[in-house]
């Protein structure tokens, strides 16, 4: 919107400025003028009868000139836009081209794209790769059960019993400070040889599994012994499905001891710090363990929750928040005498990746207060789960409470909400160190089906918030088979290096019998994991036969895509999903949001829609007509759509059986015919297997004809049709050249270069010397230029990229041009199709120069014209440049062109920032509209920490009093100052712990965020238009026009007087959103569309829950508080707290 300018000084003398119908001449004011109501003065923007601006808008100093009239800009225009059409007719070449293809007719067939067959086609052969590894999971999950029922469970067993693969060992080794190299425990690691595989990424061995087991598990443990034992036998077949499908990738079991077998063998990455990898904390495992749940935390605030222990609880809570998935809803509250939510979310949430973080901002505001009442926290909770006016996951239900003890059982509130059903698990957590009874806490897990659970220390935090995960798991074993169902994860990143991947899970059983009565066993053994990597889905679908601007996408319950050529995170996280909705994808709008919801519902369907699409620099958003045709892929949970622009229907496939003509055309990619023929860049598509790739594309074109000189495109190890294609335009746009460029010359119209694009891979730029200063992608179909202007029609102009940050255009030489594109198209039969984009580069000065001339009251090659002073002349854009502001701006917002040298080195940038108030009173008057969006997958530097980061943290100091008083030497207070103690010196940067530097990934240098974008582009007014900005003696007169077949932008005004009438900048810069884009508060209250998993395992009537856990608190040592306290009484100073990760023990 507009915003409110400054008034100065008194105004012009002349006839009242009241808005005047101008009929015939643009639109009068109305929605699309972004005027609010009522508010502050504001410039204003009145419409004036060409009569009135004579004598009413002289330039001051200037009296003999008046400003230039309706008419006389509109001559202007039309000299531009004859100037710049002449231009592309001779030089750009798009009838000639036509030309050329319709005489090399019989070189080439129209083949049509079918979008349903197509559609239906790719959900068949993805829904084929994704059932090969359903086959193989089930045949690891069968294996897994049957082995660990047959395996003898051994008390005695050792490490030097078991001999593996352990992952971490070379990094291990590496440490001196490694625990195991202490322990000189290496003796049962093999150390084996790799090699590098390019489907894997990495160095692997296909002759063993390896096995990671986390950093805070004690790998001597008889029970991680006894795993390794019975899951060795699982090699063979990891083997053996590898040898019916060699296109497996990572195959993986993670056990619910957190021990990880993986196969082939590939040394462990290993992170700078310490590594937090747990399996039973990643997407797939968590997906995989459990069925979708509805949990609320609760969290007791009450005063007697000491310093570190409200510490252990904050981070007990968020790392409770990362065991839970997309399929899960969460709400977070607070409770002492009463409760309340600590975040803005009144209601459970979908447990996202942003709702997680809103919480872990919020819980770290929690403070300690008051008096403990577990009543009013049950009370939230249990109102909470049977809100059923909300979306939620209608699945499991819970609350999980932390608390460092309390007498009351509340067991009122159970009878009142949960019994006899027992509908909610309740799971209850006694945090720090104390000597309260725990009994009415284990009383009230024990009584609601769920467990309880000590967290004393920070060690033990991981552990415990993950394992509730086992009571979960027990409906899913009692249900047997029908809870054997495989399920597709959300894209992720591989933490072994695969890049983005999906994976196939399937819940792994125990089947053994407890005690003398044959009691079925209810615990889950783990999870097993096959991946598939998104370039694998991506390769079965049609790759150049969609044109530019088609393409395929895939997405699944959630609305989240799988496949989506907007799909690009700039940096992952390792512990997170990759969560990108359809509509965050691409510019959301009514027709989208439909589409989005029939896919979910797994229906068929096709739909055309005029839309926006966003450029590929997103600098730019269009308005255009789109095709989309969905079908669901069978088996899965996913749903595949096809994007055709109308003019992709058709396309063109090189028939080149003349091996004479292949030859012929081939030595026009030959260096030595640019010197004649013009450079071409060829796109870096994969046209054959043993094409070495390359960046720098000189060295891929000799790459390419070095290999052409040992195959031909009929090749079985190539790709014939990209092959064909890409010679068959080679020859066509040396044509191209012969017929029109050659004999030209360049300079008589100010042009640097003339270049044509193809489909086919091709880019020719005339002359070679033009080539040095070529910066488009050598790709077309990744050239923005080249997708502009296959989507509008007429020429598209397109300045040189310019951020207001950077320093201005250096015009030296030149060198800096404007590009000015067309497409081609072709009528072939009936048949429309758009093969090709034609254009030319302006010389930014010299068309300056021509610019000025044109919009000038010169009517032929003469000087300037001058103005007597007994006469009345209309000022020009070239005489009067002192007074009069004359730029071109294009469909963006951005200037293309002006009359005033000093803005040249200016040309590129968005014009807000060349004259803020003239570019916002062409927006309130619709001549742009705006488009607000976020880029959900943006990177940004790490934010500096604040203040508060480096404040000490606060100690308890106990008086003189506390110290005489025997009964405080055994107190909470005493055992929290202990840990205080003890805790800072063994874990002092734990509570500060990154776990993005803590797993040594990038993200320690940059991390993912949310960036709002905005972009603009032309709105209603297509007419010519005059306006004032009215703001007293500072107003300004403006005429804006579009001109015809461009995407250009023709305006006339006068300078500004003064400063002080600025209304503001609108800003089009892409700007950081702090609070994680648009605000998560409002957005939870209407949730997008999404349909959880088909079926729920929550209940199963012979489920025994005699197993709820049993704890007792941990006795303080007095000896151990009275050295403590001595050491205080002599003053020893708190530990300093440096920003780096000390090792965890590695015990549990």
């Not at 088609?550 to 999903?577: C, M, S, W």
């Not at 934010?943 to 508060?948: E, K």
């Not at 943290?953 to 506390?962: K, S």
Request: proline letters at 6%; hydrophobic letters at 35%.
């Amino acid at each position: 919107m507009a915003v409110p300018a400054r008034t100065c000084g008194a105004s012009r003398p002349g006839p009242a400025r009241t808005a005047l119908p101008w009929p015939g001449h643009g639109p009068r004011p109305g929605p699309g003028a972004r005027r609010p109501p009522s508010g502050p003065p504001r410039p204003l923007l009145l419409l004036l009868p060409p009569l009135l601006l004579l004598p009413l808008f002289a330039a001051p100093g200037a009296s003999a000139y008046s400003f230039p009239q309706q008419h006389t800009m509109q001559h202007w225009a039309r000299r531009l836009e004859q100037e710049i059409d002449g231009v592309m007719r001779i030089f750009g070449g798009v009838q000639q081209l036509r030309e050329i293809y319709k005489d090399n007719r019989n070189l080439f067939e129209v083949q049509e794209n079918e979008p349903q067959k197509l559609v239906e086609k790719v959900a068949g052969d993805i829904e084929s790769l994704l059932d090969r590894k359903v086959q193989a999971l089930k045949r690891l999950a069968d294996a897994a059960e049957n082995f660990q029922k047959a395996h003898r469970w051994q008390d005695n067993i050792k490490e030097e019993d078991i001999l593996y693969y352990d992952a971490k060992a070379d990094a291990e080794l590496d440490d001196p400070e490694s625990e195991d190299v202490e322990r000189g425990s290496k003796a049962s690691t093999l150390r084996l040889d790799f090699v590098e595989d390019s489907n894997f990424k990495n160095k692997v061995n296909y002759s063993y599994t390896a096995v990671q087991i986390p950093t805070d598990i004690y790998k001597g443990s008889t029970v991680i012994l006894n795993e390794l034992n019975w899951t060795e036998a699982l090699e063979n077949v990891f083997i053996e499905n590898r040898r019916q499908d060699p296109t497996l990738l990572w195959q993986v079991f993670g056990s619910a001891t957190g021990v990880t077998r993986y196969y082939p063998a590939t040394p462990w990455r290993a992170p700078k710090k310490i590594d937090l990898y747990d399996v039973r904390r990643r997407p797939w495992y968590i997906q995989g363990a459990s069925s979708p749940k509805d949990m609320v935390i609760i969290v007791d605030v009450s005063g007697s929750v000491s310093g570190l222990t409200l510490k252990l609880m904050k981070t007990s809570v968020c790392e409770m928040l990362d065991t839970l998935s997309d399929d899960d809803y969460v709400n977070v509250a607070s409770f002492n005498e009463k409760a309340q939510p600590v975040s803005c979310f009144t209601h459970l949430v979908q447990a996202n990746v942003r709702n997680k973080k809103v919480f872990k901002e919020a819980v770290q505001g929690m403070v300690a207060k008051g008096t403990t009442g577990y009543k009013a926290g049950f009370e939230y909770a249990f109102d909470q789960l049977q809100n059923s006016n909300i979306t939620r996951a209608n699945c499991n239900k819970m609350i999980m409470m932390f608390t460092d003890g309390g007498e009351d059982r509340v067991q009122d509130v159970f009878e009142k909400y949960n019994w006899p059903n027992r509908t909610v698990r309740v799971f209850t957590f006694s945090v720090g160190q104390h000597n309260y009874d725990v009994t009415p806490l284990q009383w009230m897990a024990c009584a609601n089906k769920g467990y309880y659970f000590e967290i004393p220390s920070i060690g033990a935090i991981r552990i415990n918030t993950q394992e509730y995960l086992d009571v979960l798991g027990r409906p899913m074993v009692l249900a047997g088979k029908e809870a054997k169902q495989v399920q597709w994860t959300n894209v992720y990143e591989d933490a072994l290096g695969l890049g983005l991947v999906v994976t196939g899970t399937l819940p792994v059983f125990n089947l053994t019998q407890d005690g003398p009565g044959e009691k079925k066993n209810q615990l889950i053994l783990g999870v097993m994991g096959i991946d598939v990597a998104l370039n694998d889905i991506k390769r079965l679908t049609p790759n150049y036969t969609l044109g530019a601007n088609g393409y395929v996408f895939a997405i699944d319950l959630n609305g989240y895509v799988l496949l989506h050529p907007n799909l690009k995170p700039q940096t992952t996280n390792f512990r997170e999903p990759v969560t990108l909705d359809f509509l965050d994808a691409e510019l959301e709008d009514e027709n989208k949001e439909e589409i989005r919801r029939s896919m979910i519902d797994g229906n068929k369907g096709h739909k055309q829609i005029r839309t926006l699409v966003k450029s590929l620099d997103e600098r730019y958003v269009d308005e255009v007509m789109r095709n989309y045709t969905w079908v669901p892929i069978r088996s899965t949970n996913y749903s595949l759509g096809l994007v055709l622009p109308p003019y992709s229907t058709f396309y063109l496939q090189a028939n080149l059986s003349d091996q004479i003509l292949q030859v012929k055309y081939f030595e026009f990619l030959l260096p030595s015919s640019f010197e004649s023929e013009g450079h071409v860049f060829i796109a870096p598509r994969e046209y054959c297997k043993d094409l070495n790739a390359s960046d720098n594309n000189t060295e891929f074109l000799k790459n390419f004809i070095e290999l052409m000189e040992k195959v031909t495109p009929d090749s079985k190890q190539c790709n014939n049709f990209l092959l064909h294609n890409l010679i068959l335009d080679t020859g066509i746009t040396q044509q191209l050249v012969e017929r029109v460029w050659r004999d030209q010359d360049l300079n008589t119209y100010s042009l640097l270069a003339v270049f044509a694009a193809t489909d086919g891979g091709i880019t020719r730029v005339f002359p070679n010397k033009a080539a040095d200063d070529w910066t488009e992608n050598p790709e077309p179909f990744n050239a923005s230029f080249y997708r502009r202007s296959l989507d509008n029609h007429g020429y598209v102009f397109k300045p040189p990229h310019q951020d207001a940050l950077l320093r201005p255009l250096e015009l030296e030489n030149d060198t800096v041009g404007i590009l000015v594109s067309t497409a081609v198209e072709l009528s072939l039969g009936g048949r429309t199709l758009r093969p090709a984009v034609v254009g030319v580069k302006l010389d930014l000065e010299a068309w300056a120069e021509k610019f000025k001339v044109l919009a000038s009251n010169r009517t032929h090659q003469d000087q300037p014209q001058k103005c007597g002073p007994s006469s009345h002349c209309e000022m020009d854009c070239e005489v009067n440049n002192e007074d009069l502001l004359c730029v071109l701006i294009d469909d963006g917002g951005f200037l293309v062109l002006s009359n005033q040298n000093h803005q040249w080195d200016q040309v590129g940038r968005f014009f807000s920032e060349v004259d803020a108030n003239l570019m916002l009173a062409l927006y309130n008057n619709s001549f742009y509209t705006r488009k607000e969006s976020y880029d959900y997958q943006a990177a940004c530097a790490p934010q500096p920490p604040g203040n508060l980061g480096a404040a000490p943290r606060g100690v308890f100091v106990p008086t003189i009093a506390d110290f005489l008083n025997l009964a405080w030497w055994t107190s909470a207070a005493a055992w929290s100052l202990f840990q205080q103690l003890l805790y800072g010196l063994i874990y002092h940067s734990w509570f500060q712990a990154d776990p993005a530097e803590a797993e040594g990934n990038p993200e320690a240098r940059e991390s993912s965020c949310v960036m709002k974008q905005t972009q603009y582009y032309f709105g209603s007014v297509n007419a010519s238009y005059n306006a004032i900005i009215d703001c007293g003696n500072c107003s300004r007169l403006f005429h804006a026009q579009r001109l015809t077949n461009t995407n250009l932008l023709f305006v006339v005004a006068e300078k500004p007087l003064c400063s002080q009438c600025e209304g503001g900048r609108l800003l089009q810069k892409e700007t950081h959103c702090p609070a994680d884009g648009p605000e998560q508060c409002e957005l939870v209250q209407r949730p997008r569309y999404r349909r959880g998993p088909h079926i729920c395992f929550d209940y199963n009537a012979t489920e025994d829950t005699s197993d709820c856990g049993r704890g007792a608190s941990f006795p303080p040592s007095l000896g151990v508080l009275v050295s403590l306290q001595l050491l205080l009484l002599l003053g020893l100073p708190p530990r300093p707290q440096p920003q780096v990760h000390a090792h965890a023990s590695r015990r549990v």
